[in-house]
């Protein structure tokens, strides 16, 4: 599926760009996107919530992606 904002010609470049680095290297951008995206969560986090702890943060980003409430987890 294309993305609407692509124009067809573009969207074939990274087609063929994505090929070139092949599963390994489509692996290391989907991890590092990831990652992106759960620091971005807990920016979000950090700054709705300034005197959060390092593992508040941690909690509450766990109660956001997996709706879990960590005080229920057994170590």
Known sequence: MRAL???PEAAA???EAYRRLGKAG???IAFELSDLVRALA???IR???PEYTAEQVV???ARQIYRVDTH???D
């Open 26 to 28: 489509r692996l290391k």
């Open 59 to 61: 909690a509450a980003l």
């Open 5 to 7: 904002d692509t124009t």
């Open 72 to 74: 229920q987890i057994e």
């Open 47 to 49: 700054k709705r919530n």
């Open 13 to 15: 470049i990274q087609e």
């Open 42 to 44: 807990k920016a979000g």
